[in-house]
């Protein structure tokens, strides 16, 4: 058997050009740049995206190939990480005969993916869970947007904080999360390029520990039993912030979809809706319908609203009114209580094996297609 195999004609491969091709089953790119025809693997060693799409660039000490999932980078002559990296892609020698492109049947390079001693996501790489079974941790997250340099006051925030008050008061542990003291990017949809690019931890917070929604996984997966989340109503639904949680949220929920893995089990949520005008029960639904999606479970009217109608525009008055009412103080209290009591009620129980009624990627079309061409086969 000869060491190379013919993969193209010279001409399929103009200069300023990259494509990938199969060698043996296994795809390997091509590139033409700088006057020189090389090869290095096509996937990527971060979660094996595909190199063939990627952007080609004259930087560091060469041309760099970038992943179109995550950003990473490698030499397209020695298959190298930029300076400073140890990272090794897969190379294969070129030979140009009779204006054919051949490459060699095995790799002249192998990859390697290097060991990092830095792992600053490892605790949620291994789901290092800090609930036992007698904690009683409660998270507040408030997804209100205030200006900090002129101080007002929130309805939302101020309910949630008059319900943290009364969980501690019943034994529990409190965390206060403000979305907006965070800076973290907005989900970039790498799942709407693979299933695979949306990865655990979420693909940003990889490529950025520092990114403010690394805690809040850390918190509301690794920490809470109890999820308290309040949210004002802006014009008719959850607030901005919490959208943009939400979105990024997805790197938990798409374990169930790829790898039939739930990353929230036993673990309590319940909410706090507050508006000048009404729409709670449609915010309700929506924030009810997420959660559930996560895995997490709710107790008996497991949502507080206030509103004082849809003709209220006094809005001052909105607020002396919320301040005044003795509802607010006793039905966040009664939430936390349901909560609480659910949450013993689930660690007293603790599930074993939860049925997932959701999509995954076993059921999609192309799966069973494979399915089926493999019976018939």
Known sequence: MSDFIEVLGLNDLPPDSHRSVAVNGVQVVLFNYGGSITAIGNACLHKGGPLAKGQV??????????CPWHGWEYNIKTGGAPPGYKDQQTVYAVKIENQK???????VTKANKAK???????????????????????????????????????????????????????????KLIKLRD?????????????????TWPCSISE??????????????????????????????????????????LNCVQNQITLKDKVLIKDKVAAFII??????????????????TELGFVFPPFSFVGWSRGWISEDMERNVAAFAKSRFVDRSVKELVDNAIWLSRQLKATPCEQVAIPLPKISDAPS????????FTS
């Open 57 to 66: 660039e004259k930087k560091y000490d060469g041309y760099y190939v970038t």
């Open 101 to 107: 492109i051949l490459l060699s049947v095995k790799p």
């Open 116 to 174: 990092h001693d830095d792992r600053p996501l490892l605790d949620l790489e291994q789901l290092r869970y800090q609930t036992t079974p007698t904690s009683l941790n409660i998270l507040g997250i408030s997804t209100t947007n205030l200006n900090e340099t002129l101080p007002r006051y929130s309805t939302s925030e101020e309910a949630l904080i008059k319900a943290l008050d009364h969980a501690e008061k019943n034994g529990a542990s409190t």
């Open 182 to 198: 965070l800076l973290y990017r907005h989900c970039e949809g790498y799942y709407s390029q693979h299933e695979n690019a949306c």
């Open 207 to 248: 490529m950025n520990p520092d990114d403010g929604m690394t805690g809040v996984y850390r918190d509301l997966v690794l920490w809470a039993d109890v999820v308290l989340l309040s949210t004002p109503i802006r014009w008719g639904n959850a607030s901005s912030l919490y959208y943009k949680m939400a979105e990024r």
């Open 274 to 291: 507050t508006g000048g005008q009404d729409n709670i029960q449609q915010v309700a639904g929506q924030l009810q319908t997420f959660f």
């Open 367 to 374: 799966k069973l297609k494979e399915a089926t061409e493999d």
